[in-house]
């Protein structure tokens, strides 16, 4: 009788320690609602997930501003990046050489639409649809969109850099959005 109370109460333990660190798990999914990145419209917006957001709004202003060279600035020496039909790109002098745009000949921008801190707190992703316009030989705008995710590394030196960056190519609004 001993030992079936005993496995009970193991049991009514595990359980309550599963569904705490289900309510504690910042990466734990969230509704959409809780997506926005507005803490004024978005009441349950945590401060990381904003600090993501605002890490997703300066990268993309300095990439709007200069480029390619203001977009690889912000790779972190092993950083890697991943897109639709091409090969990895791997460390920071890779892809600086592989981000040699200018603002006036592509304009890359995106909007961050859900992000998640890890545990710790040096890790984070964020994801969302972005643009790239640029002319084609005829100087016409060529656009290409798609969605895209971002993985943010604390540095040794307490900066934040981005440790992967990954897209792939597809429509400007989703046909199917998971709920």
């Not at 999914?29 to 990381?48: M, V």
């Not at 592509?106 to 316009?133: I, K, N, S």
Request: net charge negative.
């Amino acid at each position: 009788m001993r030992s079936y109370f005993a496995v009970v109460l193991s049991c009514l333990l595990m359980l309550a320690a599963a569904a705490t660190a289900q309510t504690l798990d910042p990466l734990a999914p969230k509704p959409p609602e809780n997506q926005n990145g507005n803490a004024l419209t978005n009441p349950g917006l945590s401060p990381e997930v904003e600090f993501l957001y605002e890490l997703e709004v300066k990268f993309a202003a300095d990439t709007a501003k200069g480029g390619g060279a203001a977009f690889s600035s912000w790779f972190a020496p092993d950083a890697v990046t991943l897109g639709n039909g091409k090969a990895p790109v791997v460390g920071y002098d890779a892809i600086a050489a592989a981000a040699t745009w200018s603002p006036d000949a592509y304009q890359l921008t995106w909007t961050p639409e859900g992000a998640r801190m890890g545990p710790a707190g040096d890790m984070g992703f964020t994801w969302g649809h972005y643009q790239g316009v640029s002319k084609d030989g005829q100087g016409s705008a060529a656009k290409t969109t798609g969605r895209y995710m971002t993985v943010w590394k604390k540095q040794p030196d307490g900066s934040w850099k981005v440790a992967l960056d990954a897209s792939n190519e597809g429509p400007a609004e989703d046909c199917c959005r998971v709920k």
